[in-house]
């Protein structure tokens, strides 16, 4: 079946540092993938999505290429900010199927 | 202006109690989901509805009963809560035809179960 995975959390940062979060999926054809976010004590936001190879998602200073060859999407942004601790959630839409990956924590520190 | 709303956004009941969950979007969209996440933020679906037709029912037991008595509402009850219902649940809703759109999602609901 479709699957999503991500890398292990609880991920550590210093404010301005480069962040990459991982995220590889299984899918029978072609979804469309997608980051959320979930700030402490809120739901989850829509970060970024692509719905096609080779699209890139981003917003926020986030951004996720969707590379069809490596079956990723991997979160990137240059410089973390305090604001951005959150729990993020890599996750992919195949018709009716929405299956999300297991989440990872960051922690950005001042 | 919210688009998708639960109700309560938190309930701490007692175990064996039966509770309900109430969730609304006023997106016009024609589908729409509970999902459970869990105390290590693990995401699993439970059961989606479209125009009011169940049609995904993950392996969920029996106690919770999803209901939807028009679609812009996906009501969750439950019957005889045990300590392992205590997690987040949270509503969503999607338009079928707008795949790749994403989902649209609650706040949540934080039941504790004591």
């Known amino acids: 079946g479709d699957l999503v995975t991500q890398m292990e959390g609880p991920v550590t940062l210093s404010e301005e540092a480069f962040l990459t979060i991982n995220c590889t999926y299984t899918?029978?054809?072609?979804?469309?993938l997608f980051w959320y976010v979930q700030y402490p004590g809120e739901g989850l936001q829509l970060l970024l999505k692509a719905t096609k190879a080779d699209d890139k998602g981003s917003n926020k200073g986030f951004e996720a290429t969707y590379r069809k060859e490596t079956t990723s999407f991997h979160l990137e942004k240059g410089s973390v900010q305090v604001s951005d601790s959150a729990v993020y959630f890599c996750a992919l839409n195949y018709g009716q199927n929405f299956v999300f990956g297991p989440g990872t924590r960051l922690s950005v520190l001042p | 202006d919210t688009a998708v709303s639960q109700t309560p956004k938190y309930l701490v009941t007692q175990m064996g109690n039966d509770k309900s969950i109430k969730c609304e979007q006023n997106l016009g969209h024609d589908t729409m989901y509970w999902y459970k996440q869990d105390s290590k933020k693990f995401l699993k679906i439970m059961f989606s509805y479209n125009n009011k037709e169940l049609i995904i029912n993950e392996t969920v037991p029996n106690r919770f009963s999803p209901k939807s008595p028009d679609k812009a509402h996906l009501n969750l009850h439950i019957n005889s809560l045990e300590l392992g219902d205590s997690a987040v649940y949270f509503c969503?809703?999607?338009?079928?035809?707008?795949?790749?759109?994403?989902?649209?999602f609650g706040s949540g609901t934080r039941l504790t179960v004591v």
């Open positions: 899918a029978t054809g072609y979804p469309s």
């Open positions: 969503a809703s999607s338009q079928e035809s707008l795949t790749g759109k994403g989902y649209t």
